[in-house]
């Protein structure tokens, strides 16, 4: 092999006076790897989908008690978010196709900073609701992102493993909405929090923009073409076989998180502000710690030989037993932070899920499989979160919220969602596409 420092006419950097410019050398090596330039940035935008998703949870009971909401207008007003991101899905996927992952969550970031600001102004339910509107279309291209990017810049089997680091990343938003949240409400006010958030994202969109750097088609196709591409994975047999079982683990995550995760812990386990801001900072450590580890085990998995799918699979089985658990409505403190943890560690496959499905197509299209995936997702989202708040508006109120009776069938609403996916995903293998968890 030809020594590259001679093939330059260099001396070999070993030598005392290159090695200063060797050092320089590397350093600049290391700061254009694509997990510094790419993944850090669109990490920290879904850092912002992450925060603005999970801080219903604890501004939400504060806006309640404030405006006299009922359980019905909090969750329009949370699930709101869900219904314009679930629309905006199609059409940010074939952006992510056609212009790439900088463009795109520029322009987003602009729109979450208006629905912030828009929010941190209003002064009732029509303001709210449009300002979630806007957030929820602002943070519309969070994972797709990164699932579109991880797909150009790095090899099948480090996809899942790439992207479950940035969604630790991310989860830690939820670490910043439990108690940190709670403690600053006192000094700052609601009104204040969405100030700060909207100062935020116009930072992670400046570093988007300034950072991240596109592989996108030389020659773009006429939209027809692409829209034919879009029909033909909607169409697709493997993709509706396998998207339920994936995709409702994210909506249980996003649910729960979003919203209901408080409350729930309020009014059944009968927890006050404090104890219920440290059960959801567990929630929290959860779903971080499930990112990490169902992602990169995943691709090693993978690696080895194993379906992509693998990991999901076991872990949607899971979550429906642990599910079955939080029915009996346990209140000890010690087993509700240690739910509350594993719950979301479970459920955090969700990501690889998506991930191992988009491998049944081109990756020039992946960011159309990947929001085809989160429409199931975030539509299941908001009919869930509202589904639940007309559940427990069927019995009267209590002093401190909603009546138990009602969680459960809630929670049992939730489990038979599962549940069928899981026995559809199973019935569909022997229609010609292999092994459940076959990918």
């Known amino acids: 092999m030809v020594d590259s ?3 330059v006419g260099k001396r070999p950097a070993n030598h005392h006076e290159d090695a200063p410019n060797a050092d320089l050398r590397r350093v600049r090596v290391t700061l254009r790897h694509p997990f510094l330039r790419i993944t850090l940035p669109l990490a920290g935008m879904n850092f912002i989908n992450q925060a603005a998703r999970g801080m219903m949870a604890v501004v939400g009971p504060v806006l309640a008690a404030q405006y006299g909401l009922t359980a019905s207008e909090l969750g329009l007003l949370a ?3 869900f219904a314009s991101y679930c629309l905006w899905q199609l059409p940010v996927g074939l952006l992510l196709d056609v ?3 900088r463009m795109v969550q520029t322009s987003m970031g602009l729109t979450a900073a208006a629905g912030f600001a828009l929010f941190a ?16 279309v602002g943070i ?5 992102a990164l699932l579109k990017a991880h797909s150009v810049w790095f090899g099948r089997a480090q996809v899942a493993g790439m992207t479950g680091i940035a969604m630790l990343i991310a989860a830690s938003a939820g670490l910043v909405v439990t108690a940190p949240m709670e403690a600053l409400l006192p000094r700052l006010g609601w009104r204040g929090v969405f100030w700060c958030l909207f100062a935020l994202v116009l930072a992670v969109t400046a570093w988007v923009f300034a950072s991240v750097r596109e592989r996108v088609p030389a020659v773009r196709r006429p939209l027809s073409v692409e829209l034919a591409v879009l029909r033909a994975i909607l169409l697709d047999a493997r993709f509706w076989r396998l998207t339920p079982m994936v995709a409702l683990m994210s909506v249980f995550t996003f649910t729960y998180q979003g919203l209901w995760a408080g409350p729930w812990l309020r009014d059944v386990a009968g927890q006050d502000s404090p104890a219920r801001a440290a ?3 567990c929630y929290a450590l959860g779903l971080m710690a499930g990112s990490l580890l169902t992602g990169q085990l995943a691709s090693r998995l993978q690696a080895r030989g194993h379906s992509a799918m693998l990991v999901p699979a076991i872990c949607a089985g899971l979550l429906v037993g642990l599910q079955l658990v939080l029915l009996v409505q346990p209140t000890d403190p010690v087993v509700l932070d240690v739910l509350w943890f594993v719950v979301p560690l479970i459920a955090a496959a969700g990501p690889p899920g998506y991930a191992a499905i988009a491998q049944h197509f081109p990756v020039e299209q992946t960011g159309r499989v990947s929001t085809a995936i989160n429409t199931v997702v975030l539509g299941g989202a908001f009919v869930l979160q509202t589904l639940i708040g007309w559940v427990l508006d069927f019995w009267p109120r209590t002093a401190t919220g909603w009546d138990r009776r009602g969680y459960a069938w809630a929670m049992g609403l939730s489990v038979l969602l599962q549940t069928g996916a899981l026995i559809w995903a199973w019935h569909g293998r022997g229609r010609g596409r292999g092994r459940l968890t076959e990918a």
Not at 121 to 136: E, N, P, T, W, Y
Not at 140 to 144: H, T, W
């Open 5 to 7: 420092t001679r093939a």
């Open 79 to 81: 699930s709101a978010a």
């Open 279 to 281: 059960t959801l900072f």
């Open 140 to 144: 519309a291209a969070g994972l797709m």
């Open 121 to 136: 102004v209003s002064d009732g339910m029509v303001g709210f609701v449009l300002a979630r509107l806007l957030i929820g």
């Open 99 to 101: 212009w790439g992952p």
